[in-house]
């Protein structure tokens, strides 16, 4: 029986799919696997630091999530009220409300990297407090 075209098509896509899948984990973490990301610069973290550091990050999103779509959402509104006309004070009003979200985020984000910092060594802080010099991240 002669096979088509567009079977064999279908039958490539599968394999491809399936190798992707079984060949394409072993590459995901990369050489520091198991280290969170913007921490894999830190040496000799323990598996209960990464543990903490994994648990008050979480945490951290839970707290930062609510203040980050408010912001989005006057951020939006800001860019409705530029298109509607000039109104000097309600513009100025949401402006403030912005700046409000964005301090209070940035003080949460501030405990949380002196939280984080707890967790570590002093040799560990060093690494820490440098911030990953050459990530692309200082999620931390």
């Known amino acids: 029986m002669k ?3 567009g079977l064999m098509l279908t039958q490539k ?3 491809f799919l399936i190798a992707f899948l079984l060949f394409g984990q ?3 973490f990369g050489p520091k696997m198991g280290k969170i990301g913007p921490l894999s610069h830190i040496p000799n973290l323990t598996t209960d630091q990464m543990n903490k550091i994994e648990k008050l990050r979480l945490q951290h999103e839970k707290e930062i999530l609510p203040l980050s779509v408010e912001l989005q959402k006057k951020e939006i509104e800001l860019e409705s009220l530029l298109g509607e006309g000039v ?3 309600r513009i100025d009003d ?3 409300e912005i700046g ?3 301090v209070e985020i940035n003080k ?3 405990r949380h990297r002196l939280a984080v910092r707890k967790i ?3 040799e560990q802080r060093v690494y820490f407090d440098q911030g990953g010099k050459g990530h692309r991240c200082r999620c931390w």
Do not use: H, P, W
Request: no cysteine.
């Open 3 to 5: 096979k088509t075209g």
């Open 13 to 15: 896509r599968i394999l």
């Open 26 to 28: 072993g590459f995901a």
């Open 87 to 89: 109104d000097d004070k």
């Open 94 to 96: 949401k402006v403030e």
């Open 100 to 102: 409000r979200i964005r």
């Open 108 to 110: 949460k984000q501030v």
């Open 120 to 122: 570590l060594t002093n």
